[in-house]
């Protein structure tokens, strides 16, 4: 499955943005029985997970992620959502989408999130 992940960019301390994860030449029969999940790296670490969501949509969160962002999907518009309010300097990072199920595991190209103090 070919992910697209868009919405990154610079952003002060305490604000927010939505970070988008596209399936655009996935059937919906494929992509919706996925789990899909954000993950993020800062250079010189390990990619770590954000938040992922399952076809049932039951959600799970880092703890760092908790109470500040939600993920979600539109399963007709083979999309996964990361919405990330109050950030910080703490959550600059590259982040990715990942796509798995079956015999699938899929990740997008990357969308830098910097946040600015």
């Known amino acids: 499955v070919q992910l697209q992940a868009s919405g990154g960019g610079l952003v002060q301390a305490g604000g927010s943005l939505r970070l988008s994860c596209k399936a655009p030449r996935a059937i919906t029969s494929v992509f919706n029985p996925l789990r899909v999940g954000w993950y993020r790296q800062v250079s010189g670490k390990e990619r770590e997970l954000v938040a992922d969501?399952?076809?049932?949509?039951?959600?799970n969160y880092a703890d760092f992620a908790k109470g500040r962002f939600t993920i979600s999907r539109d399963n007709a518009r083979k999309t996964v959502y990361l919405s990330m309010n109050d950030l910080s300097p703490e959550d600059t990072a590259v982040y990715y989408c990942?796509?798995?199920?079956?015999?699938?595991?899929?990740w997008g190209q990357g969308t830098l999130v910097t946040v600015s103090s």
């Open positions: 969501i399952d076809s049932g949509r039951r959600t």
């Open positions: 990942n796509a798995r199920g079956g015999t699938s595991d899929s």
